[in-house]
């Protein structure tokens, strides 16, 4: 379906600018924007689960870029209803096991994001790239798997990036 692909790229496009953000901030808020094209693609694609999972991924990540944004410690519960909501949402629309994988890699992106580091959040943005890449390659999810793939690459690019700044920081120190 060529809609859902076009909604894919623009998500790719968004969520590859995130993965290179300078701050949380900046990474939550495009991150929100992309899981709401991502949400719709996945949506005409007839892949429910996954759909919900980037729309509550979307919610939480607005959520968290407030916080973020006033410079507050984002409230452990939030972290926890975020987690359950999308158990109980995955119950609601389980399709298979295969319905496991948006599951999975949208915790691990919570988790990710609760954490404070960007560096730990965006070594999660890669491990799960690379699984979306395999899940989107069996969902013919051609557009996505392009994005998952220059995710991984920006992703790496970045880590180095801002790890080597973190290095020169510190010897300057």
């Excluded at 972290?79 to 949208?106: A, C, K, R």
Aim: proline letters at 2%; aromatic letters at 16%.
């Amino acid at each position: 379906m060529i809609e859902a692909q076009v909604l894919s790229l623009v998500a790719v496009i968004v969520f590859i600018i995130s993965v290179s953000a300078p701050t949380k901030k900046q990474i939550l808020y495009l991150q929100a924007i992309s899981n709401i094209f991502y949400s719709a693609s996945y949506f005409l694609l007839n892949l429910p689960t996954t759909a919900l999972m980037n729309g509550v991924s979307a919610v939480r990540c607005f959520v968290f870029y407030k916080y973020t944004k006033n410079n507050k410690q984002i409230p452990f519960i939030y972290l926890i209803i975020f987690i359950l909501l999308v158990l109980i949402l995955g119950i609601i629309s389980y399709q298979g096991i295969s319905s496991l994988i948006p599951i999975t890699i949208t915790i691990i992106y919570f988790i990710s994001t609760y954490i404070k580091k960007e560096k730990y959040t965006r070594l999660a943005l890669i491990i799960c790239a690379i699984i979306w890449l395999i899940y989107n390659y069996n969902f013919s999810a051609y557009i996505a798997m392009i994005g998952n793939t220059f995710e991984i690459i920006t992703g790496f690019i970045a880590l180095h990036k801002y790890n080597n700044k973190e290095m020169k920081n510190i010897e300057s120190n």
